[in-house]
C-alpha cells in the first residue's frame, strides 16, 4: 500500500466513528513506522487536514460535483475529500499528480466506473479554487465562520456566546495553526543542564523555543520522536502542557504536603507535583483502569519518582482511605474537551449540546465525591481542557456552594501575563488569545470548619 492508500483506510475507519483520529493516526504510523521521515509526514499531515477541513472540504465539494457529498459511497466520499486537501491546501504538490493518483486509487479499489468523475470533480476544483464562492461574511457571520474554518455551527454560536465575537474568530484561527509539543524540564537540572540538553536537540534537527509563562517549560517541533529525544531515558524531562503546568503551579504545593490527583493519567500533574515536595511528603494517584495507571507507572519510573503512589480507583466512587488527607487535591475531571480541537480535531464532529449536558452530570458525580478527601483549609485545583461555561465557571460557583469552598487568589502564583485575569480564584485560557490550548483552572479551599 502507497501512503495515499493508507490515508483512505484511516478515513473510513473514523468515518465509523470508533477511534479517534488522534489515536489511530499514532497507531498507524507506529505500524508503518519503516516508512521514511518524509511518507510519514504526508500522511499525518493529510489525515490531519483532511478531518480538521472536512466542513470547508465539504462545501467546495458541492459546489463541484452533482452528487451530494451525503449521497456519495463512502470510499470516494473520503478519496474526494482527501484528494481536494492537497488541492486546497498544500501547494507543494501537483495538481496533475493528485488527480492522477486519485484516479489510480478509485481503479485499484474496483471503482473504475467512477474514474471520470473522480477526475472531473478535481480538476473542475483545481481550476476554479481562486474563484470558490464561501457564504458572505456581512450577510452571515456564523455561515461564514463556520465554514472558513471547519466549525459547526452551534459551536460557532457557543463560542460567540461566551467570549464574544472578536475572541471566537482568533479561538477558531489557533485551532487551525501548527501546533507544538510542550515538555517540561525538570526543575532540579541547572541552567546549565538545560541548556546543554536544549542544544543537544537543537544538533538533532529539534526546533524549539522557551514558552514565555514559565521557566521549565519548552515547546519543540520537528522531533523524530519524543523517546528519542537526549535525556529521555534518564528522565531530565516530561511531556506535559502548559495549563497543566500552570495548575500545579498555582497549587502552591509546600514540602510534606498530601495531594491526591483523583483523575491523574498520563500523569503529567501528578509527577509535576512530586517534584514540587522535593522528595517529601506523597503524592496519591488514581485513575478509573489499569490502563490508564499503568501510563502512570511507567513516566514515574522513567522520572524516578518515589514519593509517587499508583492506585485503580473510579473517582465516582468514595475510598474511605483518602477521606480528609489531602493538603491538595488534583480534580483535572472528564470534559467536553473543545479547548483542545486543535490536537484533536474530530471532537468538534461528535460533541453536542446534549453531551455537554452530559458531561456535567458526570463531573458533578465526581466532584460530590472528591471534596471529601480536602482537609479543612486543604486546596482544590479544578480544572478542565474545555471551554464551556457550563463545565467551567458554573460548576465553580456550584462547587462552593454545595461544599462550603472558597475561591482563593491565584495571581501571585501566576506569570505576570495572567496574574490579573487569575486574581478571582478562576481563569479561562482561550487558544488565540492566550499562549495554550483552551483551559481551564480554579483554585479553591475547603473553609475551616
Known amino acids: 500500500m502507497n501512503e495515499r492508500e493508507i490515508i483512505l483506510d484511516m478515513l473510513l475507519e473514523l468515518s465509523k466513528e470508533g477511534e479517534y483520529s488522534n489515536v489511530l493516526i499514532a497507531a498507524v504510523l507506529d505500524k508503518y513506522d519503516y516508512l521514511d521521515a518524509k511518507k510519514k509526514a504526508f500522511i499525518k499531515r493529510v489525515s490531519e487536514g483532511t478531518i480538521e477541513r472536512r466542513i470547508q472540504i465539504d462545501y467546495v465539494l458541492d459546489q463541484y460535483s452533482k452528487t451530494p457529498v451525503r449521497k456519495m459511497k463512502p470510499l470516494i466520499r473520503e478519496l474526494l475529500r482527501m484528494s481536494a486537501y492537497q488541492i486546497l491546501f498544500m501547494d507543494n504538490i501537483p495538481d496533475a499528480a493528485v488527480c492522477n493518483e486519485a484516479v489510480k486509487l478509485a481503479k485499484k479499489r474496483r471503482f473504475q466506473t467512477l474514474q471520470g468523475y473522480v477526475n472531473g470533480v478535481l480538476r473542475n476544483i483545481a481550476r476554479g479554487r481562486e474563484t470558490i464562492s464561501y457564504p458572505d461574511r456581512e450577510k452571515d457571520k456564523t455561515a461564514y465562520l463556520s465554514v472558513r474554518y471547519s466549525m459547526p455551527v452551534w459551536l460557532v454560536e457557543h463560542f460567540q456566546r461566551a467570549y464574544g465575537e472578536e475572541a471566537c474568530e482568533r479561538i477558531l484561527q489557533a485551532y487551525l495553526e501548527r501546533r507544538t509539543v510542550s515538555v517540561r524540564l525538570r526543575e532540579r537540572l541547572t541552567e546549565e543542564e538545560q541548556e546543554r540538553l536544549l542544544a543537544a536537540w537543537r544538533k538533532a534537527g529539534v526546533e524549539l523555543q522557551r514558552h514565555p509563562y514559565l521557566p521549565y517549560a519548552v515547546e519543540i517541533q520537528k522531533a523524530a520522536g519524543i ?190 501575563a495572567l496574574a490579573g485575569e487569575a486574581d478571582q480564584g478562576m481563569l479561562q485560557l482561550l487558544p488565540g488569545v492566550h499562549e495554550t490550548d483552551g483551559f481551564f483552572l480554579a483554585k479553591l479551599r475547603k473553609k475551616a470548619e
Open 227 to 416: 523517546h528519542r529525544l537526549a535525556g529521555y531515558g534518564e528522565g531530565l524531562f516530561a511531556v506535559q502542557d502548559v495549563s497543566s503546568m500552570l495548575v500545579v503551579e498555582a497549587a502552591g504545593i509546600r514540602p510534606r504536603d498530601t495531594v491526591i490527583d483523583v483523575c491523574a493519567a498520563p500523569g503529567g500533574k501528578t509527577l509535576h507535583a512530586a517534584d514540587k515536595l522535593g522528595g517529601t511528603g506523597e503524592v496519591i494517584a488514581c485513575d478509573v483502569s489499569q490502563y490508564k495507571t499503568e501510563r502512570i507507572e511507567e513516566n514515574r519510573k522513567r522520572l524516578g519518582v518515589e514519593n509517587v503512589s499508583v492506585r485503580v480507583q473510579d473517582a465516582r466512587v468514595r475510598d474511605e482511605s483518602l477521606l480528609g488527607r489531602a493538603d491538595v487535591l488534583l480534580a483535572d475531571v472528564p470534559c467536553s474537551g473543545l479547548g483542545v480541537i486543535g490536537r484533536k480535531q474530530d471532537i468538534k464532529y461528535r460533541v453536542t449540546a446534549e453531551s455537554l449536558k452530559e458531561i456535567q452530570t458526570l463531573q458533578r458525580e465526581i466532584l460530590s465525591n472528591v471534596t471529601a478527601y480536602l482537609k479543612p483549609g486543604g486546596i482544590m485545583m479544578y480544572s478542565t481542557c474545555t471551554m464551556n461555561p457550563g463545565e467551567n465557571e458554573e460548576m465553580v460557583d456550584w462547587l462552593c456552594d454545595t461544599f462550603g469552598l472558597e475561591r482563593v487568589s491565584m495571581a501571585g502564583q501566576m506569570p505576570e
